[in-house]
Antibody, heavy 126, light 107 residues
Framework: EVHLVESGGGWVQPGGSLRVSCVAS????????MNWVRQAPGKGLEWVSK????????YYTDSVKGRFSISRDNAKNSLYLQMDSLRAEDTAVYYC???????????????????WGQGTLVTVSS | DIQMTQSPSSLSASVGDRVTITCRTS??????LNWYQQRPGKAPKLLIY???SLQSGVPSRFTGSGSGTDFTLTISSLQPEDFATYHC?????????FGPGTKVDIK
């Protein structure tokens, strides 16, 4: 069974740092792109970052560029999000999600998030 | 960035009702549109990918349609376990964006 488990959330003061992790099982981790998506309390979903299977290609949403860093260790089937200079508005549940990609002759073309982990709560507050 | 809107933002319905949720994008995204269901306190779950393909294990009462900028998620006969929030998401380009969500609750 394909499974993702996040950890590392907690409380941190504004300006502080935290690293959240995601351990994958049940699939060939190094073959798939991985993403972080967050959800502030009572709000919608916000995509944060993605990383290619090799780790060579990385994207971020503008609001975290220069503060967050995504990485992966394929030998450990693990995904990470290092969060520095944290702000109150970064308070959210952070989900990791595998991105399934279908391209070329594959139908339908595109990508989607499946599965998602259970999430880990990050609270930034003084 | 591609902007996403959903309507309605919430709705009340009864078991057995037919429910339709609309998602619109600020530019054409072909069929690069996915739908997720999120029950309270749980992670999102993939329902529909590529605008109209049903994810394995998802009941056939869920259907997706549309292309370009206008998309629809339909639940043909609402069941008790379907009371949840539904999110659309575009995978046409980064930054990937989600709609604000549609909460379906019990009438």
């Amino acid at each position: 069974e394909v499974h993702l488990v996040e950890s590392g959330g907690g409380w941190v003061q504004p300006g502080g740092s935290l690293r959240v992790s995601c351990v994958a099982s049940g699939f060939s981790f190094s073959s798939d792109e991985m993403n972080w998506v967050r959800q502030a309390p009572g709000k919608g979903l916000e995509w944060v970052s993605k990383i290619s299977g090799s780790g060579n290609t990385i994207y971020y949403t503008d609001s975290v560029k220069g503060r967050f860093s995504i990485s992966r260790d394929n030998a450990k089937n693990s995904l990470y999000l290092q969060m520095d200079s944290l702000r109150a508005e970064d308070t959210a549940v952070y989900y990791c999600a595998r991105e399934k990609y279908c391209g070329g002759d594959c139908y339908p073309a595109g990508s989607w998030f499946d599965p998602w982990g259970q999430g880990t709560l990050v609270t930034v507050s003084s | 960035d591609i902007q996403m809107t959903q309507s309605p933002s919430s709705l009340s319905a009864s078991v057995g009702d037919r429910v339709t949720i609309t998602c619109r994008t600020s530019q054409s995204i072909s069929n690069f549109l996915n739908w997720y269901q999120q029950r309270p306190g749980k992670a999102p779950k993939l329902l529909i990918y590529g605008a109209s393909s049903l994810q394995s294990g998802v009941p056939s009462r869920f259907t997706g349609s549309g292309s370009g900028t206008d998309f629809t998620l339909t639940i043909s006969s609402l069941q008790p376990e379907d009371f949840a929030t539904y999110h659309c998401q575009q995978s046409y380009s980064t930054p990937f964006t989600f709609g604000p969500g549609t909460k379906v609750d019990i009438k």
